[in-house]
């Protein structure tokens, strides 16, 4: 073609090709947008997307009083900080405590992190690469609260172990008209909530993996675990008592890290909020 | 019912096929316009059937493997497919072949994409991964030290049998999973070490566009996981010292920035780029010179640096506001994955690749439009090469592995909740599976 009318056209060429690209950008953002608004509206009907199920205190201290129910989303960190994907402010829980990830075939993956105790289904875990599954109905001790772990519709089956270790006849429990009630029904889950807070009152009536309530004369420094692993039995202590709480070693720095701001003096604290706010990246709730 | 009613129909309410259509309308009328400058040019024809074909499966036929997100791939292919055209039609006027290097480098980004989205879907527990990479990464970040070739004043390229690598670009992705996992796990020390170690390569390499970026990452995404006013503003402050140093310790920063606060000083050597640069997009008007017209190839590596010159001198300011415009729903695009993502890592590992992204969009197209001193970073997904098309379309991969997680997370959700799979009702979900 020669150059003049290759000019031409592709002179006139121009506008078609700004038009093209007007639609192209304009057609980009309508989609942009409309799909933003079709996610909003379809959240609304989705009130627990992202989440997987719920921790709830069923035996808390003067910071975190029982019933109250912790979201649980698919991955995060459970700790004492507000900047936590779970901020659990019972005493004794540090400002990072414990890693958590949601599988849909294993269940809660719980990790704590460097250093850290938690008890999951009365198992001791100290420190990172030990890990332990939860499922529906599953009980984790963080720092002076316990929780019962209750994954919402359609999680409660995740890990293996879930189907034969419900903790909870719920059918029982539930009053009749809710016994078929899916399990993101609000009042089902308020009369679960309710049934599980009457279970921790009443702890010597419940399944024997669970354990009993704690005896206030035993001292936690007498503790020495039990030998036997092949059970989450209650901690047996060294006069043959039981106690529910786990051990804090005189010898064992790592445990007492988790006694973080508990027996500290003002200043220590002080130092250590600074600290948290300027390095940790949290605020104390 | 005639054939132009039967198509009209088939668009109604599929924004995905109205996009496409218009996209593929605009490569395909573009290439086959080039192909007739000159004599008749059949590598012309052969792009104008080539091309659209290639967005055609790469947006609408490979979501059908897995529940990508169709818009952002719409917009990256488009970006892509526009630095084909740009640079097939500079070849026509100079003779070079950047145009037919950049469609492989096009297929190799794809690959690169479809790979990390694969990485992101299906790798559960990355701790053992984590390591590994960021071993690899650290050591192809030095390799530049030891055998690198010096471009323009920064020594980051390597060259490997014939073809050059620049491994700061790929370590981007490296780098962006190292600060997502131990961000996500609330560990300060690993990533912290992890950046410092890759910026202070690059300082060492001179390459202070790329740690700019680098940099910038790394303190958005220590905000956004923790929140910490105080720590960033003390890294922006820190960064702007570095910056102070760098002014004072190399000597081409000094150059640039005294280019960039008046080229027209020096305009025939140190300035005649940026000078050349301002002049295209002048020249270029509202609405362009034309396809293939005009004097793009004067501007010194046009290829890389300046192709947004080149575009706005062919297409016009109004075509190039528009493209920003792309770029900007891209970012928004990654800004929306990132915030519906479930787990903390997949939230900041897709807005760290929103960030890098943005960012680099910022730094060269501030550069060629004198806002703030040019660099040598490229423009992500148009300008010539091939580490950075796989770097852009590697973190397009990560994008895009996050959103077909939440995806399906989300199908899940519904399902779970209606006890149906009503997948097309879903936001993003694909029309046509």
Known sequence: MPDELYEIIALAARYWFLLLMVIIAWRSY???????????RRLKLLPDAGYVGELVVVQGDEFVSRGTC????????????????????????????????????????????????????????????????????????????????????????????AAQRLPLDEADMLPEELA??????????????????????????????????????????DYDPPMD????????TQDGSQTF????????????????????DEAETMKRVVWDKLFRGGKKP | MSRSSRFTKSLRGRPDRKLVSAIMLFFFSAFFLLAFKGELNWQGFMLA????????????????????????????NFLCALGVLVLYSTDLIKGTNYGMQQAVYYGAGILAMLFCILLVRYIRYWRVFIYIIAVCALGLMALPLAFGTEVYGATNWIVISGISLQPSEIVKLALLLVLSYYMSRRRFWPWLIFAVLCMGVLMFQADLGTALIYYMTTLLLYYASTGNLWMTGLG???????????????????????????????????????????????????????????????????????????????????????VLCMYGILILRGAFIARNARRSFHGLLALGATIMLGLQTFVIIGGVLKLIPLTGVTMPFVSAGGTSMVSCMGLIGLLQGVATVNQDDLTYDYEVSHNRADEESLPFANPDT
Request: proline share 6%.
């Open chain 2, 236 to 322: 922006l402050l820190g960064g702007a010292g570095s910056a102070v140093y760098g002014y004072f310790k190399f000597a081409h920063v000094k150059r640039r920035i005294a280019v960039w606060r008046n080229p027209w000083m020096d305009f025939e050597n140190t300035g005649y780029q940026i000078v050349q640069i301002l002049m295209a997009i002048a020249s270029g008007g509202l609405f362009g010179m034309g396809l293939g017209l005009g004097y793009p190839t004067i501007i010194p590596v046009y290829q890389t640096d300046a192709i947004f010159a080149v575009i706005c001198e062919q297409f016009g300011i109004i075509f190039g506001v528009l």
């Open chain 1, 70 to 161: 912790l979201p649980v989303s698919r991955e995060g960190v459970l700790g004492y900080l507000r900047s936590n994907d779970i901020c659990l402010t019972a005493g004794g829980v540090a400002n990072r405590h414990l890693w958590y990830s949601f599988d849909d075939t294993d269940g809660l993956l719980v990790e704590p992190l460097r250093g850290r105790m938690i008890v999951a289904d009365g198992r001791e875990l100290v420190g990172k690469k030990m890990r332990a599954y939860l499922s529906h109905g599953s009980t984790l001790v963080v720092g002076q609260a316990k929780m019962r772990l209750r994954m919402f519709s359609g999680f409660e089956y995740a890990g293996e172990v």
């Open chain 1, 245 to 264: 709480y786990p051990p804090v070693l005189d010898d064992d720095e790592e445990i007492l890290k988790r006694e973080e701001y508990v027996g500290e």
């Open chain 2, 49 to 76: 059937a080539v091309v659209p074909l290639l967005i055609y499966i790469a947006t609408m036929w490979l979501p059908r493997f897995f529940p990508a997100d169709k818009l952002l791939l719409s917009i990256a």
């Open chain 1, 180 to 221: 078929d009630a899916p399990h993101n029904d609000p009042v089902r889950r308020m009369h679960e909530i309710a049934a599980w807070q009457t279970m921790t009152e009443d702890e010597a009536e419940e399944p024997a993996f669970y354990p009993p309530e704690m005896d206030d004369d035993d001292d936690a420094d």
């Open chain 1, 30 to 40: 309508r989609w942009f947008a409309k799909d933003r608004k079709k996610f909003k």
């Open chain 1, 229 to 236: 692993d092949s059970g989450p039995d209650a901690y047996v």
